[in-house]
Protein backbone atom coordinates (compact mmCIF):
# COMPACT_ATOMS: atom_id res chain seq x y z
CA UNK A 1 0.00 0.00 0.00
CA UNK A 2 2.81 2.31 0.91
CA UNK A 3 4.40 2.25 -2.41
CA UNK A 4 1.26 2.75 -4.11
CA UNK A 5 0.95 5.70 -2.64
CA UNK A 6 5.02 6.71 -3.14
CA UNK A 7 4.03 5.96 -6.90
CA UNK A 8 0.88 8.46 -6.49
CA UNK A 9 2.59 11.16 -5.00
CA UNK A 10 5.40 11.13 -7.93
CA UNK A 11 2.63 11.36 -9.98
CA UNK A 12 1.14 14.31 -8.57
CA UNK A 13 4.75 16.51 -8.96
CA UNK A 14 4.33 19.30 -11.80
CA UNK A 15 5.99 19.14 -15.01
CA UNK A 16 7.86 22.61 -14.45
CA UNK A 17 9.34 20.33 -11.67
CA UNK A 18 10.39 17.49 -13.16
CA UNK A 19 12.02 19.76 -15.84
CA UNK A 20 13.76 21.49 -13.39
CA UNK A 21 14.79 18.37 -11.48
CA UNK A 22 16.27 16.69 -14.93
CA UNK A 23 17.97 19.72 -16.12
CA UNK A 24 20.42 19.14 -13.04
CA UNK A 25 21.00 15.61 -14.22
CA UNK A 26 24.74 15.92 -16.40
CA UNK A 27 24.65 12.06 -17.92
CA UNK A 28 22.46 11.87 -21.09
CA UNK A 29 22.39 8.20 -20.36
CA UNK A 30 20.42 8.60 -17.36
CA UNK A 31 17.97 11.30 -19.10
CA UNK A 32 17.46 8.55 -21.49
CA UNK A 33 16.47 6.37 -18.88
CA UNK A 34 14.31 8.75 -17.27
CA UNK A 35 12.19 9.31 -20.35
CA UNK A 36 11.43 5.22 -20.33
CA UNK A 37 9.95 5.60 -16.87
CA UNK A 38 6.70 7.34 -18.22
CA UNK A 39 4.77 9.37 -20.42
CA UNK A 40 5.13 12.27 -17.68
CA UNK A 41 9.07 11.86 -17.11
CA UNK A 42 9.05 11.87 -20.76
CA UNK A 43 7.52 14.61 -21.45
CA UNK A 44 9.71 16.23 -18.10
CA UNK A 45 12.98 14.93 -19.38
CA UNK A 46 11.93 16.72 -23.50
CA UNK A 47 10.92 20.17 -21.17
CA UNK A 48 14.69 20.19 -19.68
CA UNK A 49 16.19 19.93 -22.76
CA UNK A 50 14.02 22.55 -24.49
CA UNK A 51 15.36 24.56 -21.37
CA UNK A 52 19.01 24.17 -21.68
CA UNK A 53 21.68 26.95 -24.00
CA UNK A 54 24.57 25.19 -23.74
CA UNK A 55 25.11 21.10 -24.42
CA UNK A 56 28.38 19.74 -24.42
CA UNK A 57 28.92 15.78 -26.02
CA UNK A 58 32.73 16.02 -25.20
CA UNK A 59 33.44 12.69 -23.56
CA UNK A 60 29.80 11.15 -24.08
CA UNK A 61 30.10 8.07 -26.44
CA UNK A 62 27.50 10.19 -28.87
CA UNK A 63 26.72 9.32 -32.23
CA UNK A 64 25.11 10.76 -35.59
CA UNK A 65 21.47 9.52 -34.44
CA UNK A 66 21.44 10.24 -30.61
CA UNK A 67 23.18 13.11 -30.92
CA UNK A 68 20.49 15.04 -33.42
CA UNK A 69 17.78 13.75 -31.34
CA UNK A 70 18.98 15.94 -28.15
CA UNK A 71 19.91 19.03 -30.46
CA UNK A 72 16.11 18.47 -31.84
CA UNK A 73 14.74 19.08 -28.33
CA UNK A 74 17.00 21.66 -27.56
CA UNK A 75 14.90 25.12 -28.64
CA UNK A 76 16.31 27.42 -26.66
CA UNK A 77 20.28 26.32 -27.54
CA UNK A 78 23.02 28.86 -27.84
CA UNK A 79 26.16 26.39 -27.31
CA UNK A 80 26.82 23.25 -29.03
CA UNK A 81 30.07 21.42 -28.28
CA UNK A 82 30.16 17.72 -30.33
CA UNK A 83 34.05 17.77 -29.54
CA UNK A 84 34.99 14.09 -30.62
CA UNK A 85 37.52 12.68 -28.09
CA UNK A 86 39.17 8.69 -27.80
CA UNK A 87 35.56 7.16 -26.33
CA UNK A 88 33.59 10.31 -27.04
CA UNK A 89 30.97 12.29 -29.37
CA UNK A 90 31.79 10.63 -33.00
CA UNK A 91 29.47 12.59 -35.26
CA UNK A 92 29.95 12.53 -39.48
CA UNK A 93 28.93 14.31 -42.57
CA UNK A 94 25.25 12.75 -42.15
CA UNK A 95 24.87 13.98 -38.61
CA UNK A 96 25.97 17.48 -39.20
CA UNK A 97 23.64 17.67 -42.21
CA UNK A 98 20.40 16.01 -39.71
CA UNK A 99 21.73 18.82 -36.90
CA UNK A 100 21.54 21.66 -39.83
CA UNK A 101 17.40 21.10 -39.97
CA UNK A 102 17.19 21.45 -35.97
CA UNK A 103 15.15 25.02 -34.74
CA UNK A 104 18.12 26.00 -32.78
CA UNK A 105 21.10 26.00 -35.24
CA UNK A 106 19.92 29.19 -36.85
CA UNK A 107 20.09 30.76 -32.97
CA UNK A 108 23.37 28.92 -31.89
CA UNK A 109 26.62 31.68 -30.88
CA UNK A 110 29.09 29.10 -30.46
CA UNK A 111 29.91 25.33 -32.11
CA UNK A 112 32.82 23.35 -31.43
CA UNK A 113 33.46 20.35 -33.79
CA UNK A 114 37.37 20.18 -32.21
CA UNK A 115 38.62 16.91 -33.48
CA UNK A 116 36.00 15.08 -35.66
CA UNK A 117 37.96 13.54 -38.24
CA UNK A 118 34.32 12.01 -39.23
CA UNK A 119 33.28 15.26 -40.61
CA UNK A 120 34.32 17.15 -44.43
CA UNK A 121 33.68 19.85 -46.11
CA UNK A 122 30.32 18.24 -47.57
CA UNK A 123 29.15 18.56 -43.55
CA UNK A 124 30.40 21.76 -42.21
CA UNK A 125 29.17 23.86 -45.24
CA UNK A 126 25.49 22.29 -44.54
CA UNK A 127 25.71 23.01 -40.89
CA UNK A 128 27.38 26.42 -41.31
CA UNK A 129 25.02 28.15 -44.22
CA UNK A 130 22.36 27.52 -41.67
CA UNK A 131 23.71 28.62 -38.48
CA UNK A 132 24.14 32.36 -39.29
CA UNK A 133 24.30 33.80 -35.76
CA UNK A 134 27.59 32.11 -34.80
CA UNK A 135 30.56 34.23 -33.12
CA UNK A 136 32.65 31.21 -32.50
CA UNK A 137 33.55 28.73 -34.43
CA UNK A 138 36.45 25.83 -33.36
CA UNK A 139 36.79 23.47 -36.18
CA UNK A 140 40.04 22.57 -35.47
CA UNK A 141 41.60 18.86 -35.84
CA UNK A 142 39.46 18.28 -38.66
CA UNK A 143 39.82 17.57 -42.38
CA UNK A 144 38.46 20.68 -43.69
CA UNK A 145 39.44 22.79 -46.93
CA UNK A 146 38.96 26.34 -47.86
CA UNK A 147 35.85 25.15 -49.08
CA UNK A 148 34.27 25.28 -45.71
CA UNK A 149 36.59 28.99 -45.18
CA UNK A 150 34.20 30.15 -48.00
CA UNK A 151 30.86 29.03 -46.66
CA UNK A 152 31.89 30.63 -43.30
CA UNK A 153 33.20 33.91 -45.04
CA UNK A 154 29.73 33.65 -46.63
CA UNK A 155 27.70 32.49 -43.61
CA UNK A 156 28.89 33.78 -40.76
CA UNK A 157 28.78 37.83 -40.51
CA UNK A 158 28.95 37.59 -36.24
CA UNK A 159 31.69 35.91 -36.33
CA UNK A 160 34.39 36.68 -33.64
CA UNK A 161 36.55 33.90 -33.25
CA UNK A 162 37.89 30.58 -34.74
CA UNK A 163 39.62 27.86 -34.38
CA UNK A 164 41.73 26.15 -37.34
CA UNK A 165 44.15 24.44 -35.25
CA UNK A 166 45.94 21.82 -37.45
CA UNK A 167 43.41 22.28 -40.01
CA UNK A 168 46.85 21.42 -42.91
CA UNK A 169 44.06 21.72 -45.54
CA UNK A 170 43.46 25.24 -45.30
CA UNK A 171 45.49 27.39 -47.53
CA UNK A 172 46.08 30.89 -47.11
CA UNK A 173 43.38 31.36 -49.72
CA UNK A 174 40.62 30.97 -47.50
CA UNK A 175 42.46 32.62 -44.80
CA UNK A 176 42.57 36.04 -46.60
CA UNK A 177 38.69 35.56 -47.82
CA UNK A 178 37.84 34.87 -43.94
CA UNK A 179 39.15 37.64 -42.73
CA UNK A 180 38.02 40.02 -45.46
CA UNK A 181 34.75 39.50 -45.29
CA UNK A 182 33.97 38.49 -41.29
CA UNK A 183 34.68 42.28 -40.40
CA UNK A 184 33.75 40.73 -37.23
CA UNK A 185 36.30 38.56 -36.47
CA UNK A 186 38.78 39.32 -33.65
CA UNK A 187 41.11 35.90 -33.73
CA UNK A 188 42.26 33.59 -35.18
CA UNK A 189 44.16 30.24 -34.43
CA UNK A 190 46.26 28.80 -37.04
CA UNK A 191 48.65 26.84 -35.20
CA UNK A 192 49.80 23.49 -36.73
CA UNK A 193 48.62 25.17 -40.34
CA UNK A 194 50.83 24.84 -43.68
CA UNK A 195 50.96 28.76 -44.39
CA UNK A 196 53.63 31.10 -44.50
CA UNK A 197 54.39 34.16 -42.70
CA UNK A 198 53.88 36.55 -45.41
CA UNK A 199 49.86 35.07 -45.12
CA UNK A 200 49.96 36.21 -41.78
CA UNK A 201 51.52 39.76 -42.05
CA UNK A 202 48.48 40.16 -45.06
CA UNK A 203 45.82 39.24 -42.72
CA UNK A 204 47.31 41.88 -40.39
CA UNK A 205 47.68 44.25 -43.14
CA UNK A 206 43.60 43.53 -43.47
CA UNK A 207 42.77 43.74 -40.01
CA UNK A 208 45.43 45.13 -37.75
CA UNK A 209 43.55 44.33 -34.60
CA UNK A 210 43.29 40.37 -35.30
CA UNK A 211 44.79 38.60 -32.73
CA UNK A 212 46.43 35.65 -34.55
CA UNK A 213 47.07 32.84 -32.11
CA UNK A 214 49.51 31.08 -30.53
CA UNK A 215 50.96 34.82 -30.17
CA UNK A 216 54.27 36.10 -31.41
CA UNK A 217 53.28 34.36 -35.08
CA UNK A 218 54.75 37.34 -36.98
CA UNK A 219 56.76 39.05 -34.42
CA UNK A 220 59.87 37.06 -35.59
CA UNK A 221 60.70 35.61 -38.90
CA UNK A 222 63.49 33.65 -38.34
CA UNK A 223 61.52 31.47 -35.39
CA UNK A 224 58.46 31.16 -37.20
CA UNK A 225 59.17 31.06 -41.17
CA UNK A 226 56.70 28.25 -41.43
CA UNK A 227 54.10 26.29 -38.92
CA UNK A 228 55.79 22.88 -37.97
CA UNK A 229 54.32 19.82 -40.15
CA UNK A 230 54.16 16.57 -37.44
Given at each position: MRRGVEEAEIDRLPIDLLAHIFSLITCFK???????????????????????EKLSFSGWKMDDES??????LAYSLKELDISRSRWGCQITDYGLHQLSMAKCIGNLSSVSL?????????????LISRATSLQHLNIGGTFITDASLFAIADSCPRLKSLVLWGCRQVTEDGLIIVVNKCRKLE????????????????????????????????????????????
Open positions: DLAQASRVCRKWKQGVEESLARRTTRLVFWGSTGITDKGVIQSINVWGMRVPLDCFIALLTIRPALQIQPKGVVLNEDRFPIWPIH
